[in-house]
């Protein structure tokens, strides 16, 4: 049994995904075709009815997943305008939109609600966050480079990749985190002190 379904139909679904990313429109119309299946797809295959529901993380379950993908693009935009203007870095809209809209593609798979709380699904005990996302990425027949951040971008992965766009993604996913766990009265990544 597959971890997921890819689910390319028309339904209420692909409304609800084309009416909360924020992005849609940077990207060319087959890029934003395959973003918008790939979320379709994870949630379809998820346990949420809701988009809503899903949670950012188990570590803050009443934040929404769907607030932190947005501020993740938002500020991911933000910082790789600012790098092309003062340092002359470029990027192509068709790779960098992608990894910051989908990074977190497989959320919808990795967690489970149970009443108040958040825990891990059985997938999540097989397959790391971000392999899951990569997957379905590359079944989608993105590009090598959104692939391979996605899979490589969660901090505690064992390598991470040197691409532009990777470090992007990771100022832009910790900048949100942090913003997710104050909002919830949590510690930030930048506050937690390890020995």
């Given at each position: 049994?597959?971890a997921y379904?890819?689910?390319?139909?028309?339904?209420?679904r692909?409304?609800?995904?084309?009416d909360w990313?924020f992005?849609l429109?940077?990207v060319s119309?087959?890029?934003r075709d395959?973003i918008?299946?790939?979320?379709?797809s994870?949630w379809s295959?998820?346990?949420?009815?809701n988009?809503?529901d899903?949670p950012?993380?188990?570590?803050?379950p009443?934040?929404?997943l769907?607030?932190?993908?947005?501020?993740?693009t938002?500020a991911?935009?933000d910082?790789?305008r600012r790098?092309?203007a003062?340092?002359g870095?470029s990027?192509?809209?068709?790779i960098l939109v992608?990894i910051?809209?989908?990074h977190?593609?497989?959320?919808p798979?990795?967690?489970?609600?149970n009443?108040?709380?958040?825990g891990?699904?059985?997938?999540?005990r097989e397959?790391?966050h971000g392999?899951?996302?990569?997957?379905?990425l590359k079944d989608?027949?993105?590009?090598?480079?959104?692939?391979?951040?996605?899979?490589?971008h969660?901090t505690?992965?064992?390598f991470?990749g040197r691409?532009f766009?990777a470090?992007?993604?990771?100022?832009?996913?910790?900048?949100?985190?942090?913003h997710?766990?104050?909002?919830t009265?949590k510690?930030?990544f930048?506050?937690?002190?390890?020995?």
């Open positions: 049994m597959s379904t890819l689910d390319r139909s028309s339904n209420w692909r409304k609800a995904v084309e990313l992005g429109d940077l119309p087959r890029i395959d918008v299946t790939a979320w379709v994870s295959s998820s346990p949420y009815e988009l809503a899903m950012f993380t188990p570590d803050a009443a934040y929404p769907m607030a932190h993908v947005n501020d993740v938002r991911g935009m910082l790789a790098a092309s003062d340092w870095a990027f192509d809209p068709d992608p910051l809209v989908l977190d593609v497989d959320k798979l990795m967690y489970v609600r009443g108040d709380s958040v891990y699904s059985q997938l999540a397959l790391p392999v899951v996302g990569a997957m379905l989608l027949g993105f590009p090598h480079p959104v692939v391979s951040t996605v899979a490589t969660a505690n992965a064992p991470h691409n766009e470090y992007v993604l990771h100022y832009a996913d910790l900048f949100a985190a942090d997710a766990f104050m909002a009265g510690v930030p930048y506050q937690r002190h390890r020995p």
